[in-house]
């Protein structure tokens, strides 16, 4: 059953007769390729069907999205769109609720089937994640081949160089950080000049789906506590692959790269992953935080990106997987260095 069938069987089970989407990454889902720049998806479990409204700017582009499963209408106003509307997201602006009633929330159902991919999910994954491997070496090759770069530079080139290469837009806010700053996980570049250390945590949009990558590239190997917590934070990450498969817990999986860092896992200070779609942070979160532990299923794609950040540094590795029966494949590729 193809997710429109799915999620239509999904609203007569639960006597929800028009559901209507607004959130464009949710649109992005069902139509598994980047939606017009307005558009509002609609289902009607009555009469079976699922219609992309978009504006008369956008209506002849959107012809090329109708399919067996999808018709193509102009918008009219935002009252005929909702009426009779009683199944909407928990992301709908409130600016919407005037024009409803009754109502159940559908969330929690796109959650799920968002989880695990489908194969045309998957191969706009997988030409994100090249995109974003071939970037990072680049970057990687840029930084150590050139003096006096500024952070904003190179994270400039990053960005330049995935848009190039088909990128819609970075999946996120560029991170390319160096020397103290990189202790920040989410530090955002300047035009401070890259010493020492550089970390690049970095994505790419392909139809709208996400890739995620980081890399850290020691610059100064005459630190030796930098090669130090590199190596451990790269036996961590390995430890959590030899365990990497469907069935096992998020929970276990998260703790496992943990202890395997020793005195520093206190220095850990965020879960070891989080799927990735449509969006860069999906469902599962890789914690053994969460208050309900989940066990990874087969389809799923996530990240494993275990860190330690002290006072002085941080170091970070993230690598992007397709969860399977008996392990995994790696979605990302570029090259880890070793040192």
């Excluded at 191969?123 to 952070?151: M, P, Q, V």
């Excluded at 202890?259 to 990735?276: A, D, P, R, T």
């Excluded at 066990?295 to 990240?303: A, N, P, Q, S």
């Amino acid at each position: 059953m193809d997710k429109f069938q799915e999620f239509l069987e999904y609203l007569k089970e639960n006597d929800i007769n028009k559901a209507v989407i607004t959130k464009k990454e949710t649109i992005n889902y069902f139509l598994e390729k980047y939606p017009p720049n307005f558009s509002m998806l609609i289902f009607d479990s009555t009469k079976d069907i699922a219609t992309l409204q978009v504006s008369k700017l956008d209506f002849e582009m959107a012809k090329e999205y109708k399919n067996k499963n999808l018709d193509i209408e102009l918008y009219e106003s935002f009252e005929s769109t909702f009426n009779g509307c009683d199944g909407i997201e928990d992301s709908l602006s409130i600016r919407f609720l005037k024009f409803l009633k009754d109502y159940k929330l559908i969330s929690k159902k796109i959650e799920e089937m968002r989880e695990t991919k489908t194969k045309a999910e998957l191969e706009n994954i997988k030409k994100a994640a090249k995109i974003s491997d071939n970037a990072i070496e680049y970057a990687t090759n840029f930084a150590l081949e050139n003096d006096n770069l500024t952070e904003n530079q190179i994270a400039a080139e990053i960005e330049y160089f995935m848009k190039k290469n088909g990128s819609i837009r970075p999946s996120f806010d560029t991170i390319a950080i160096s020397d103290k700053k990189t202790r920040l996980p989410h530090g955002m570049p300047s035009n401070d000049i890259v010493k020492n250390i550089l970390l690049m945590d970095i994505g790419a949009l392909y139809e709208g789906y996400c890739s995620d990558i980081t890399r850290t590239v020691i610059l100064d190997e005459n630190i030796k506590n930098y090669l130090e917590i590199y190596n451990i934070v790269n036996s961590a990450k390995k430890e959590a692959e030899k365990n990497l498969k469907s069935g096992i817990s998020v929970k276990e999986l998260d703790l496992i790269a943990r202890e395997q860092m020793g005195e520093f896992k206190e220095y850990f200070i965020h879960s070891l992953g989080h799927g990735v779609g449509v969006e860069i942070h999906e469902s599962p979160a890789i914690s053994s935080k969460i208050k309900e532990d989940v066990i990874l299923k087969e389809g799923m794609v996530i990240t494993i990106e275990p860190g330690i950040y002290t006072d002085e540094f941080g170091v970070r590795i993230e690598d992007l997987y397709l969860v399977k029966k008996n392990g995994f494949e790696k979605l990302s590729n570029a090259k880890i260095l070793e040192y």
